[in-house]
């Protein structure tokens, strides 16, 4: 029997649930889980539903819409692997936590490439037998260097999420828009705390006893994109800022595959600048 993810979302009116359970009945699926919300402020109903059964993707497709209104947003997935790209600076990791729960079949992903602007994690990355791209920034502008980065990552047919894992430049309004909605990045503070560069340093500045990483969506707004996942550690005075940012390490990398493991399941509703997660 085919399984499909089934992701609806619309304003909220009375008898949702009931169409959609009782269409659901008739076309004989059975419901594995279900989760609703419904935001009462915006007047937003959300529903992520896993369905069993033999029927063609489009029949279920058109089945829902025809029962429900037009103002209704419908997704369906099949729980297949996700194709991802990792984009890389220096700093190995948040890259070596995916990979090592990538070789340990943690991740429901493909990861078809790797993508550097530094040839330092080669090395690393090639272990895992996953094709590495070194895309130099030397001598090039921002907007050159991005091309670059464009015309390398248009080899890849598709690719359903870039993953910044520690991925230090800022991208410009083209290529967020190349990939909507399909940028994940981890900020190493608890957003919208200590927003741009050197974050634990502001942190050790204003003397904090938290401190956290925010993995989030990126758009053209620095580090203010929808979040995704955060977790934050206890410091006190004792610590340096780069005694914070060492102990930081850890949270930066758990939220962010805490974060992709979201995303490859299609818990993840983007709403205006927020998510809903189930």
Known sequence: MKQYRVLIDCSDKKGLVYKVSKLFFELELNILSNHEYVDSDNNKFFMRTVVEGNIEESKLTLALQTELDDDVNIQIVSPVKKNIVLMVTKESHCLGDILIRYEAGELDANIIGVVSNYDLLQPLVEKFDIPYFCV??????????????????????DIDYIVLAKYMRILTPTFVEAYNKKLINIHHSFLPSFIGANPYKQAHERGVKLIGATAHFVTNDLDEGPIISQDVINVNHDH???????????????????????????????????????
């Open 136 to 157: 130099s920034h030397v001598d090039l502008n921002r907007e050159e260097h991005e091309a670059k980065v464009l015309e390398c990552l248009a080899q890849f047919k």
């Open 240 to 278: 340096s800022w780069r005694d914070m940012q060492r102990s930081g390490r850890d949270v930066e990398k758990i939220t962010l595959s805490r974060a992709l493991k979201l995303a490859l399941e299609d818990r993840i509703f983007v709403e205006g600048n927020k998510t809903i997660i189930f």
